[in-house]
Protein backbone atom coordinates (compact mmCIF):
# COMPACT_ATOMS: atom_id res chain seq x y z
CA UNK A 1 0.00 0.00 0.00
CA UNK A 2 3.20 2.86 -0.52
CA UNK A 3 0.95 4.01 -3.03
CA UNK A 4 -2.52 4.65 -0.57
CA UNK A 5 -1.58 8.64 -0.04
CA UNK A 6 -1.23 9.16 -3.81
CA UNK A 7 -4.57 7.59 -4.53
CA UNK A 8 -6.13 9.34 -1.10
CA UNK A 9 -5.19 12.83 -2.61
CA UNK A 10 -6.26 11.97 -6.02
CA UNK A 11 -9.49 10.85 -4.85
CA UNK A 12 -9.75 13.88 -2.91
CA UNK A 13 -9.03 15.98 -5.89
CA UNK A 14 -11.43 14.25 -8.25
CA UNK A 15 -14.39 14.19 -4.95
CA UNK A 16 -14.60 17.94 -4.91
CA UNK A 17 -14.26 18.46 -9.06
CA UNK A 18 -17.40 18.67 -10.84
CA UNK A 19 -17.84 14.91 -11.15
CA UNK A 20 -17.98 13.98 -7.95
CA UNK A 21 -21.59 14.13 -8.09
CA UNK A 22 -21.50 11.85 -11.24
CA UNK A 23 -22.15 7.94 -10.72
CA UNK A 24 -20.76 5.21 -12.95
CA UNK A 25 -21.19 1.74 -14.13
CA UNK A 26 -18.55 -0.41 -13.90
CA UNK A 27 -17.62 -2.39 -17.32
CA UNK A 28 -15.92 -5.54 -15.86
CA UNK A 29 -14.91 -8.27 -17.72
CA UNK A 30 -15.90 -11.85 -18.20
CA UNK A 31 -18.84 -11.78 -20.30
CA UNK A 32 -21.49 -10.96 -18.22
CA UNK A 33 -24.23 -8.76 -19.29
CA UNK A 34 -22.46 -5.18 -17.25
CA UNK A 35 -24.56 -3.07 -19.68
CA UNK A 36 -28.46 -4.49 -18.33
CA UNK A 37 -30.87 -2.01 -17.26
CA UNK A 38 -30.13 0.98 -18.36
CA UNK A 39 -32.90 2.78 -17.18
CA UNK A 40 -31.97 1.82 -14.29
CA UNK A 41 -29.30 4.20 -12.78
CA UNK A 42 -30.93 7.43 -14.62
CA UNK A 43 -34.38 6.37 -12.65
CA UNK A 44 -32.86 6.37 -9.29
CA UNK A 45 -30.71 9.73 -10.09
CA UNK A 46 -33.83 11.63 -10.82
CA UNK A 47 -35.29 10.37 -7.98
CA UNK A 48 -32.85 11.21 -5.14
CA UNK A 49 -32.63 14.61 -6.46
CA UNK A 50 -36.34 15.16 -6.13
CA UNK A 51 -36.60 13.16 -2.75
CA UNK A 52 -33.50 13.61 -1.10
CA UNK A 53 -32.24 16.94 -2.43
CA UNK A 54 -29.20 15.15 -4.28
CA UNK A 55 -27.51 17.38 -6.77
CA UNK A 56 -26.65 13.87 -9.40
CA UNK A 57 -25.60 14.41 -12.77
CA UNK A 58 -28.50 12.99 -14.65
CA UNK A 59 -25.69 11.43 -17.06
CA UNK A 60 -24.36 8.11 -16.14
CA UNK A 61 -21.17 6.74 -17.27
CA UNK A 62 -19.18 3.42 -17.33
CA UNK A 63 -16.05 3.12 -16.30
CA UNK A 64 -13.46 0.46 -16.40
CA UNK A 65 -11.82 -1.75 -13.06
CA UNK A 66 -8.34 -0.94 -14.23
CA UNK A 67 -8.74 2.64 -15.16
CA UNK A 68 -7.39 5.32 -13.10
CA UNK A 69 -11.15 6.89 -13.81
CA UNK A 70 -12.86 5.10 -11.00
CA UNK A 71 -11.59 7.33 -9.09
CA UNK A 72 -13.49 10.37 -10.43
CA UNK A 73 -16.60 8.83 -9.00
CA UNK A 74 -17.66 8.61 -5.39
CA UNK A 75 -19.91 5.73 -6.29
CA UNK A 76 -20.07 3.30 -8.35
CA UNK A 77 -22.90 0.92 -9.60
CA UNK A 78 -22.05 -3.24 -10.83
CA UNK A 79 -25.11 -5.45 -12.27
CA UNK A 80 -25.67 -8.12 -14.53
CA UNK A 81 -26.58 -11.63 -15.05
CA UNK A 82 -23.60 -14.13 -15.46
CA UNK A 83 -20.05 -14.36 -15.63
CA UNK A 84 -17.49 -11.63 -13.87
CA UNK A 85 -13.59 -11.67 -13.85
CA UNK A 86 -11.26 -9.34 -12.58
CA UNK A 87 -7.33 -9.76 -13.33
CA UNK A 88 -5.23 -9.08 -10.40
CA UNK A 89 -4.73 -5.71 -11.75
CA UNK A 90 -7.89 -4.72 -11.79
CA UNK A 91 -8.90 -6.28 -8.32
CA UNK A 92 -5.93 -4.32 -7.03
CA UNK A 93 -7.07 -0.81 -8.77
CA UNK A 94 -10.56 -1.44 -6.97
CA UNK A 95 -9.13 -2.09 -3.66
CA UNK A 96 -7.12 0.98 -3.81
CA UNK A 97 -10.22 3.32 -5.00
CA UNK A 98 -12.49 1.59 -2.20
CA UNK A 99 -9.54 1.97 0.48
CA UNK A 100 -9.22 5.53 -0.59
CA UNK A 101 -12.59 6.71 -0.10
CA UNK A 102 -14.80 5.31 -2.97
CA UNK A 103 -17.67 2.93 -2.34
CA UNK A 104 -18.90 -0.19 -5.12
CA UNK A 105 -22.43 -1.00 -5.11
CA UNK A 106 -23.68 -4.56 -6.48
CA UNK A 107 -26.79 -5.72 -7.11
CA UNK A 108 -27.26 -9.41 -8.64
CA UNK A 109 -29.49 -9.12 -11.85
CA UNK A 110 -30.23 -12.87 -11.15
CA UNK A 111 -27.11 -15.23 -11.81
CA UNK A 112 -24.40 -13.61 -11.40
CA UNK A 113 -23.35 -14.48 -7.51
CA UNK A 114 -21.77 -17.82 -8.60
CA UNK A 115 -19.22 -15.92 -10.13
CA UNK A 116 -18.91 -12.48 -8.16
CA UNK A 117 -17.91 -14.44 -4.64
CA UNK A 118 -14.27 -15.28 -5.75
CA UNK A 119 -14.35 -12.14 -7.65
CA UNK A 120 -14.67 -9.91 -4.37
CA UNK A 121 -12.49 -12.23 -2.47
CA UNK A 122 -9.42 -10.95 -4.84
CA UNK A 123 -10.20 -7.22 -4.03
CA UNK A 124 -10.42 -8.07 -0.15
CA UNK A 125 -8.94 -11.73 0.70
CA UNK A 126 -8.24 -10.78 3.70
CA UNK A 127 -11.94 -9.11 4.42
CA UNK A 128 -14.57 -11.37 4.71
CA UNK A 129 -18.00 -10.39 3.33
CA UNK A 130 -20.87 -10.46 5.91
CA UNK A 131 -24.42 -9.78 6.09
CA UNK A 132 -25.88 -6.13 7.70
CA UNK A 133 -27.98 -7.05 10.47
CA UNK A 134 -31.54 -4.90 9.84
CA UNK A 135 -30.93 -2.24 11.95
CA UNK A 136 -28.29 -1.07 10.42
CA UNK A 137 -28.01 2.64 9.55
CA UNK A 138 -28.39 1.87 5.61
CA UNK A 139 -31.82 0.68 6.41
CA UNK A 140 -32.80 3.97 7.95
CA UNK A 141 -30.59 6.62 6.49
CA UNK A 142 -33.48 9.08 5.18
CA UNK A 143 -36.46 5.94 4.00
CA UNK A 144 -37.23 3.66 7.08
CA UNK A 145 -36.73 -0.36 6.33
CA UNK A 146 -37.70 -2.16 9.85
CA UNK A 147 -36.72 -5.32 8.40
CA UNK A 148 -34.05 -4.50 6.19
CA UNK A 149 -33.58 -5.19 2.62
CA UNK A 150 -36.80 -5.36 0.83
CA UNK A 151 -37.64 -8.66 -1.64
CA UNK A 152 -38.26 -6.85 -5.17
CA UNK A 153 -38.03 -9.86 -7.54
CA UNK A 154 -38.62 -13.61 -6.77
CA UNK A 155 -35.79 -15.19 -8.01
CA UNK A 156 -35.22 -17.95 -6.38
CA UNK A 157 -37.96 -17.19 -3.26
CA UNK A 158 -34.94 -16.74 -0.75
CA UNK A 159 -35.04 -13.67 1.49
CA UNK A 160 -32.54 -10.95 0.65
CA UNK A 161 -29.16 -10.29 1.61
CA UNK A 162 -27.18 -6.78 2.43
CA UNK A 163 -23.52 -8.44 2.22
CA UNK A 164 -21.03 -6.00 3.08
CA UNK A 165 -17.27 -5.70 3.32
CA UNK A 166 -16.62 -2.89 6.22
CA UNK A 167 -12.34 -1.60 7.06
CA UNK A 168 -12.55 0.98 10.57
CA UNK A 169 -16.38 0.81 10.55
CA UNK A 170 -16.51 2.03 6.97
CA UNK A 171 -18.72 0.23 4.46
CA UNK A 172 -16.37 0.33 0.81
CA UNK A 173 -18.77 -2.32 -0.89
CA UNK A 174 -21.89 -3.18 -0.63
CA UNK A 175 -23.44 -6.40 -2.23
CA UNK A 176 -27.51 -6.45 -2.62
CA UNK A 177 -28.54 -10.14 -3.44
CA UNK A 178 -31.69 -11.93 -4.33
CA UNK A 179 -33.30 -8.68 -3.96
CA UNK A 180 -32.67 -6.92 -7.55
CA UNK A 181 -33.03 -3.26 -7.16
CA UNK A 182 -31.72 -2.52 -10.33
CA UNK A 183 -35.30 -3.68 -11.61
CA UNK A 184 -37.42 -2.13 -9.82
CA UNK A 185 -35.54 1.10 -10.46
CA UNK A 186 -36.10 0.51 -14.39
CA UNK A 187 -39.14 1.59 -16.13
CA UNK A 188 -42.48 0.69 -15.35
CA UNK A 189 -43.25 -1.03 -18.41
CA UNK A 190 -39.99 -2.85 -18.31
CA UNK A 191 -41.18 -5.33 -15.88
CA UNK A 192 -44.64 -4.48 -14.66
CA UNK A 193 -43.59 -4.05 -11.20
CA UNK A 194 -46.22 -2.30 -9.08
CA UNK A 195 -45.73 1.05 -7.82
CA UNK A 196 -45.52 0.49 -4.16
CA UNK A 197 -42.56 -1.85 -5.12
CA UNK A 198 -40.95 0.19 -7.80
CA UNK A 199 -41.05 2.93 -4.66
CA UNK A 200 -39.51 -0.21 -2.19
CA UNK A 201 -36.58 -0.34 -4.88
CA UNK A 202 -36.08 3.65 -5.04
CA UNK A 203 -35.74 4.25 -1.46
CA UNK A 204 -33.66 1.47 -0.53
CA UNK A 205 -31.01 3.03 -3.53
CA UNK A 206 -31.77 6.44 -2.26
CA UNK A 207 -30.42 5.30 0.99
CA UNK A 208 -27.88 3.36 -0.17
CA UNK A 209 -26.69 6.77 -2.38
CA UNK A 210 -27.06 8.91 0.45
CA UNK A 211 -25.61 6.89 3.03
CA UNK A 212 -22.65 6.30 0.83
CA UNK A 213 -22.20 10.04 -0.18
CA UNK A 214 -22.32 11.13 3.34
CA UNK A 215 -19.92 8.71 5.58
Excluded at 46 to 60: A, G, M
Excluded at 77 to 95: C, D, I, K, S, Y
Amino acid sequence: MRYSKLFFFYFLIHFFSTTAQSIAVLHYGGGGDWYSNPTALPNLVNFCNKEIDTSLSEKTTTVKPESIDVFDYPFIHMTGHGNVFFTPEEAENLRNYLLSGGFLHIDDNYGMDQYLRKEIVKIFPNIELKELPGNHPIFNYHFKFSDGLPKIHEHDKARPEALAIEKDGRLLLLYTFECDLGDGWENQEVHNDPPQIRLKALQMGANIIKYAFEN
